[in-house]
């Protein structure tokens, strides 16, 4: 058990022990090899299961909206979920009161299917270090290199460390590199119309409309998604090529200043669908325009809601943003 | 160029046209290429009706509204300006050709301004050539428009 565990399952217990909180939301030991599961703490006895490491994937924020608001939670936050229960609390769906969040600086979230890939499927155990992943398969022991692993959207992440915290263990990280998620979108842009059509269909037409990327999204909290509405039906709801560009057109739009570029959608995706290339156009736009980013704090509303009449001298006939 | 009329759907505010001769002419006189969609204000269009416009065969879309502080809802102009423009730009990020939508934002003294702004549209679309970008969809069913 690492040491950095040993001092989130301590200041779980203290929470719930002393009353500070109703349920904690952290990671538990996996069913599955390199798959640790969100767990939902209520009693201080059950923290021996609590588990944290790199290959953590879920954005736990994504469960704050599945309780009232009422509901005192604690939870584990690294930098994006952090950046996303921020967000939330913009849409007032939890109060900042009724929280208790646990701060980790994140050094970066382990793609799985990036191990299986080197190690095979039979896996024994693992084990996460600062710089490599030891995982041991039946006929041999693997020391993999920690940062090639990562997620690609962990490797161009920014804001590693918790922004608001009640208390952050372990030491804070340097702040990531915030040119080279623009310059993914950059270098996307610089594609000809044909090649940036033919790049979106690829990737949207693979998809097979499970959803898995809604579900795991915080922000996607709607009660009764576009697509899942039939009177009036909105978009095709089946995998023809209409219905699979409409769900992934306006799923990244709906996030339009509100995605913190986690990469949970990406993470959840069975058919390893790109889509980070859209939310975070998206956000690099709110940036460029509006000089927002989501989640940086707990009060400033998002673009498309800050509207206000200072648009006018921007605002001319067929004019362009800004 | 060639006589091919395209597609258009048109957004249209219900309370952007001050000359009632503009509004009787959208309302009667429209050519049959053109799809008159009103809506009580640019504030109700959401994106995704641009899309589904698109999606059903449009290969041009407009939208009429009318300019800040004439907003007959106060700001729904304001919100949609927002929403909209960065969802031109964001079909244009994926391949979709900007100029395939357009906004006009109508003032008191615009009379007859639409008309040229639709005959200019027209004439851009011609020059563009046909829209194969997306997909196109199946006419919806269950209250969704059909062709």
């Given at each position: 058990m690492s040491e950095l565990e040993q001092k989130i399952r301590s200041e779980a217990e203290r929470l719930l022990k002393e009353g500070l909180v109703d349920v904690v939301i952290a990671?538990?030991?996996?069913?599955?090899?390199?798959?640790?599961?969100?767990?939902?703490?209520?009693?201080?006895?059950?923290?021996?299961?609590?588990?944290?490491?790199?290959?953590?994937?879920?954005?736990?924020?994504?469960?704050?909206?599945?309780?009232?608001?009422?509901?005192?939670?604690?939870?584990?936050?690294?930098?994006?979920?952090?950046?996303?229960?921020n967000a939330l609390i913009v849409e007032k769906q939890h109060s900042r009161e009724n929280l208790y969040l646990i701060g980790i600086p994140c050094t970066g979230i382990i793609d799985w299917r990036k191990v299986i890939a080197l190690t095979g499927e039979d896996i024994l155990g693992y084990e996460d270090t600062d710089s490599t992943l030891i995982v041991r398969a039946r006929h041999q022991t693997f020391r993999l290199p920690r940062q090639e692993l990562l997620h690609p959207s962990c490797q161009r992440c920014?804001?590693?460390?918790?922004?608001?915290?009640?208390?952050?263990?372990?030491?804070?990280?340097?702040?990531?590199?915030?040119?080279?998620?623009?310059?993914?979108?950059?270098?996307?842009?610089?594609?000809?119309?044909?090649?940036?059509?033919?790049?979106?269909?690829?990737?949207?037409?693979?998809?097979?409309?499970?959803?898995?990327?809604?579900?795991?999204?915080?922000?996607?909290?709607?009660?009764?998604?576009?697509?899942?509405?039939?009177?009036?039906?909105?978009?095709?709801?089946?995998?023809?090529?209409?219905?699979?560009?409409?769900?992934?057109?306006?799923?990244?739009?709906?996030?339009?200043?509100?995605?913190?570029?986690?990469?949970?959608?990406?993470?959840?995706?069975?058919?390893?669908?790109?889509?980070?290339?859209?939310?975070?156009?998206?956000?690099?736009?709110?940036?460029?325009?509006?000089?927002?980013?989501?989640?940086?704090?707990?009060?400033?509303?998002?673009?498309?809601?800050?509207?206000?009449?200072?648009?006018?001298k921007h605002f001319q006939a067929g004019g362009k943003l800004s | 160029m060639t006589d091919h009329k395209p597609k258009i759907a048109f957004f249209q505010c219900h309370w952007c046209l001050y000359a009632p001769e503009d509004q009787e002419w959208v309302d009667r006189r429209l050519p049959d290429n053109i799809r008159l969609i009103k809506v009580p204000c640019t504030g109700r269009i959401d994106p995704l009706f641009v899309l589904n416009a698109v999606q059903g065969g449009a290969e041009g879309v407009v939208i009429s509204g009318c300019l800040p502080e004439k907003c007959h809802y106060k700001e729904g102009n304001l919100a949609a300006r927002r929403q909209l423009q960065e969802f031109s730009s964001f079909m244009d990020y994926i391949g979709y050709d900007e100029a395939r939508l357009r906004f006009v934002w109508l003032d008191l003294q615009d009379r007859g301004r639409i008309q040229r702004?639709?005959?200019?549209?027209?004439?851009?679309?011609?020059?563009?050539?046909?829209?194969?970008?997306?997909?196109?969809?199946?006419?919806?069913?269950?209250?969704g428009a059909h062709e």
């Open positions: 990671f538990r030991k996996e069913d599955a090899p390199l798959r640790p599961q969100p767990a939902f703490f209520t009693h201080p006895e059950d923290l021996e299961n609590l588990t944290y490491n790199g290959l953590c994937a879920n954005n736990l924020a994504n469960y704050l909206t599945r309780y009232p608001r009422e509901t005192r939670i604690g939870m584990l936050v690294r930098g994006c979920e952090n950046r996303s229960v920014v804001h590693p460390n918790p922004l608001s915290a009640d208390i952050l263990l372990g030491e804070a990280l340097p702040e990531g590199d915030p040119t080279l998620i623009r310059a993914r979108v950059e270098s996307f842009e610089a594609l000809s119309r044909e090649e940036r059509t033919a790049f979106f269909r690829q990737e949207a037409e693979r998809c097979i409309r499970c959803y898995a990327c809604r579900e795991a999204c915080p922000m996607c909290y709607c009660e009764e998604c576009f697509v899942d509405h039939n009177t009036p039906r909105w978009t095709e709801s089946g995998t023809t090529p209409a219905g699979t560009h409409a769900w992934h057109i306006i799923r990244a739009f709906h996030q339009t200043g509100r995605c913190t570029s986690c990469g949970a959608c990406e993470r959840a995706c069975p058919m390893d669908i790109q889509m980070t290339y859209l939310t975070d156009k998206l956000g690099k736009d709110m940036w460029d325009y509006y000089q927002f980013a989501a989640g940086m704090d707990d009060k400033t509303q998002p673009p498309f809601a800050a509207f206000t009449m200072d648009d006018k | 702004e639709l005959a200019d549209f027209e004439n851009q679309l011609q020059q563009l050539g046909s829209a194969e970008a997306l997909a196109a969809r199946q006419p919806l069913e269950e209250g």
